[in-house]
DNA sequence: AAGGCGATGTTTTTT
DNA sequence: ACATCGCCTT
């Protein structure tokens, strides 16, 4: 069931919980003393109660923001102030909007099924353009473009204009389109200054990829927020209508908001102006993709006479931790201005530590992390699931995994490619998508040869051009095209194969989707086949059209993972009636969420770490140019560090007990070793909350033999040319020759293949067995737990037992 | 039509 | 270093 169906939203099917939940506490809400109530703080308190007028809730990191703006919801609806239909509560994520209603759902004693307005900027404006479509030129079953099919079809729109699309890639045309449509710039708004971008005609492409987009009536992500306030603007008696409907609006992380998100808002909220923001300047780290830390900074400009809320007490963290993510973030100018404070223990000052090279880093953490967990640290006992490394770029995941490989430390990667977003699930959807709608022209050029059905770049043009002529899908352009004999011998019968399937199914979509209604659609289908369940349905697809059979001939070592995806794909599939359904939902969601309850340490980025906390927190690769981002400050200056110095303050205030931040002095980049210099934001840290740890290495003293303090900058200078030294001996080069020598061609693993490192498998030499990072190898050597293997694609390598499985049952996943 | 090879550009990411 | 992409060869 999908979770965007066309339920009339407005309508009574969230009236029984309104009143159950009302009904439930005769009086309640009367005074503080209701349960929700209970356990906040007075701020907190002060954000529930104040509900009319704008009121912006300043919450710093880990003062329960969540908790306040649940309360204030259950506070609304207990006091009669709106129905839960009535309130509109928009997040970014869907992560986020489904942790809201589970926990507005407990608060209640129901389940929140009846607040159908609480959801992301993106589903909830679907909801709305999917009613008012036509006000935009689209029809109302619209389809809702990925970032892949964005960038193809401007592909076509540049080659058609006769541009260099090498000198001005389509990419950066989808850019710009995007920032224009954050800054809800239709394209007559675009201001003339940007009109030289993109060899000057980006606002004439602009025009042709909107018009072609409702050719296909078809939007981006970009348009569905953009096409809502258009229509909010040009129509008052739409908008007049939701500002009645929406009696109170709330937003999550508002800090995040780009114009367009703003415009939407302030709409909305005109009229009765109760509008309750939540964010946190300090966190405002999307600055890159057109998040406007202007709109949280202006808030009570935008809004006179808003009542502003602080939440600066911090459940999270320990005051030696806060203190430091204070310290760091004071040095920004233009804030808000929030002090966090706390009742809990001293505990732990923040750790610094410093090492020769980032595998050393690697290492050292790793051996970290394992003593945490023994506790033989005196720092007490933390599982795996306990820590966390958060990293600025996640090419500094490399050294991590590659470490907890060897080692045999089980460990996960958050974020990495979306679930949505892999090749073998997008071809997957293609199918999908074709087998619902056959006029599906991206979907058609995406697999009309995959796998390879020899046709071409020939064929296809031929295609192109039929169903250009006859003004007709590329999937009846096909057909056409075999019908009238106009494609060679070869690739004929694989297209008519290839239409027939899309045919057959097609009426298979129709036979499967209305269970009720079956037998009557199975007569207007004549000779249609019996009805199929969508999941049987997905499977015999990427069946019959070999897609499956690819994989399983393709011997590259990401493969099983791939048919892996596959299958939790199809799996996914349960959960919906239809396969329309399932390609609706999937279009928006990221689901992400593998909750998988073995013992494993979390590698992320400092931006997917954004609303996590962990007990213990590791920070590597604190150097300027990696950590702060040298791109972010050439692009973007001054604004650009002050954003890298809010993710450093993002990422202290992440961890509750133990923070660990280290950088190492030389590390490879692009290939090439380069010296670091230790991050400037190190130098933000206050002295004497930090306690600066001695290397393992013994490098010549290390930054340990130093006093911290002013004194660092010098010492870490000193440090730098004793290192440079050995850096530049002979013995330095020979164990770099040999490093260069060594076979790393390390394929990267699929991401978040489950690695089950408690299953012991007895091997012995000459097996052949499967690694999910380094492919297939044969053993040669077996020492206890580990493995001496030969890689036929990475090399010789020591692995854990655990980490490899007899080749044959990898190569054997079924489908 | 498809596989191999050299040029290229490398943050962060949601929907 | 390394992956991706477009072009060139077969």
Redesign the pocket.
């Known amino acids: 069931m999908s979770q965007y169906d066309e339920n009339d939203a407005f309508e009574a099917a969230s009236l029984s919980l309104s009143q159950r939940a009302l009904a439930a506490r005769p009086g309640g809400g009367v005074g503080g003393s209701a349960d929700y109530m209970a356990g906040l703080n007075s701020a907190q308190r002060a954000a529930v109660e104040a509900m009319d007028g704008p009121v912006l809730m300043l919450a710093g990191a880990g003062t329960g923001k969540t908790k306040a703006l649940t309360a204030r919801i259950v506070h609304l609806l207990r006091m009669g102030r709106a129905r839960p239909n009535e309130i509109l509560a928009v997040t970014?994520?869907?992560?986020?909007a489904r942790e809201m209603k589970e926990r507005v759902g407990r608060l209640l004693g129901e389940v929140a099924e009846g607040m159908p307005w609480m959801g992301?900027?993106?589903?909830l404006s679907v909801k709305i353009l999917r009613r008012h479509a036509e006000l935009v030129g689209l029809k109302s079953n619209f389809t809702i473009l990925?970032?892949d099919d964005q960038v193809r079809l401007l592909?076509q729109l540049v080659i058609a204009a006769n541009i260099d699309?090498?000198r001005w890639p389509p990419r950066m045309l989808a850019g710009m389109i995007d920032g224009w449509k954050n800054r809800a710039l239709t394209p007559e708004r675009v201001p003339s200054s940007e009109a030289a971008g993109y060899a000057h005609r980006g606002t004439e492409l602009y025009a042709a990829y909107q018009e072609r987009l409702r050719t296909l009536n078809a939007c981006d992500?970009?348009d569905?927020l953009l096409h809502c306030v258009t229509i909010f603007q040009t129509h008052a008696d739409v908008l007049a209508q939701y500002q009645r409907w929406f009696k109170y609006l709330l937003v999550d992380e508002y800090q995040d908001t780009n114009v367009c998100q703003y415009l939407w808002l302030r709409l909305l909220a005109q009229g009765h102006r109760n509008i309750c923001c939540v964010g946190d300047d300090d966190q405002s780290?999307?600055g890159?993709?057109g998040a406007e830390v202007g709109n949280i900074l202006r808030f009570e400009k935008d809004f006179p006479g808003a009542t502003v809320i602080k939440l600066e007490q911090n459940y999270r963290s320990t005051p030696h931790i806060l203190a430091a993510a204070s310290g760091v973030i004071s040095a920004n100018a233009g804030r808000l201005g929030k002090t966090l404070w706390t009742e809990a223990q001293a505990g732990e000052k923040v750790r610094l530590i410093g090492h020769w090279d980032g595998e050393e880093e690697a290492r050292w953490i790793g051996e970290e992390i394992e003593a945490l967990q023994r506790g033989t640290r005196g720092m007490g006992k933390y599982g795996l699931e306990d820590q966390a490394i958060l990293v600025?770029?996640?090419?500094q995941m490399r050294a991590f995994e590659d470490r907890f490989l060897t080692i045999g430390l089980p460990y996960r990667v958050i974020?990495g490619p979306?679930f949505y977003?892999r090749q073998e699930i997008r071809d997957a959807m293609a199918y999908f998508r074709l087998a619902v709608s056959p006029e599906d022209d991206l979907a058609f050029e995406r697999v009309v040869?995959l796998p390879?059905?020899?046709?071409?770049?020939?064929?296809?043009a031929d295609i192109q051009r039929t169903a250009r002529m006859a003004g007709v899908s590329l999937h009846e352009g096909a057909r056409e095209l075999v019908a009238s004999g106009g494609i060679?011998g070869?690739?004929a019968g694989q297209l008519r194969a290839f239409v027939e399937g899309i045919d057959r199914w097609h009426a298979l979509t129709l036979a499967a989707a209305p269970v009720v209604d079956a037998d009557d659609v199975i007569e207007a289908i004549g000779a249609a086949p019996k009805p199929m369940d969508h999941v049987r349905l997905a499977e015999m697809i990427l069946e019959e059209s070999g897609y499956t059979a690819m994989w399983q001939n393709d011997k590259t070592p990401e493969a099983p993972g791939r048919l892996e995806n596959l299958k939790e794909l199809v799996k996914a599939l349960e959960q919906f009636d239809n396969l329309q359904g399932f390609l609706e939902h999937v279009s928006?969601?990221?689901d992400?969420e593998t909750e998988d309850a073995l013992e494993k340490v979390s590698i992320?980025?400092?931006?997917?770490a954004k609303g996590l906390e962990f007990p213990v927190v590791f920070l590597p690769g604190w150097e300027d140019g990696l950590f702060p981002?040298q791109?972010?400050m050439d692009?973007?200056g001054l604004k650009?560090l002050e954003?890298e110095r809010r993710?450093a303050y993002v990422g202290i205030t992440r961890a509750e007990e133990v923070c660990t931040i280290s950088f190492a002095s030389n590390r490879?980049v692009?290939?090439?070793w380069q010296s670091q210099l230790p991050s400037r934001f190190i130098d933000e840290l206050p002295a004497n909350h930090v306690e600066v740890l001695t290397p393992p290495g013994l490098y010549g003293g290390g930054y340990g033999a130093a006093a911290y303090g002013s004194a660092r900058i010098e010492t870490a200078m000193d440090e730098r040319v004793a290192k440079s030294d050995v850096y530049n001996s002979p013995g330095w080069r020979r164990m770099q020759d040999r490093a260069?020598q060594r076979p790393?061609?390390?394929?990267?693993e699929a991401r978040g293949v489950v690695i089950d490192a408690t299953a012991v498998s007895a091997f012995t030499e000459g097996d052949r067995v499967f690694h999910q990072k380094f492919g297939y190898g044969i053993v040669t050597g077996i020492e206890g737990d580990k493995l001496e293997v030969d890689f036929s694609k990475a090399g010789v390598k020591r692995v854990v037992a655990g980490f490899v499985v007899d080749a044959d049952e990898a190569g054997d996943v079924p489908f």
């Not at 600025?392 to 090419?395: I, L, M, P, Q």
């Not at 790393?744 to 990267?748: A, D, L, T």
């Open positions: 970014f994520t869907n992560k986020a992301t900027f993106h589903s990925d970032t592909k699309e090498k992500f970009g569905l780290i999307y890159w993709r600025r770029a996640s090419h974020g979306r977003e040869n390879k059905r020899g046709l071409g770049d020939k064929a296809q060679g070869k690739g928006l969601i990221m992400n992320m980025t400092l931006h997917a981002s791109r972010s692009e973007s650009g954003e993710l490879r692009y290939g090439q260069a790393v061609s390390q394929p990267r």
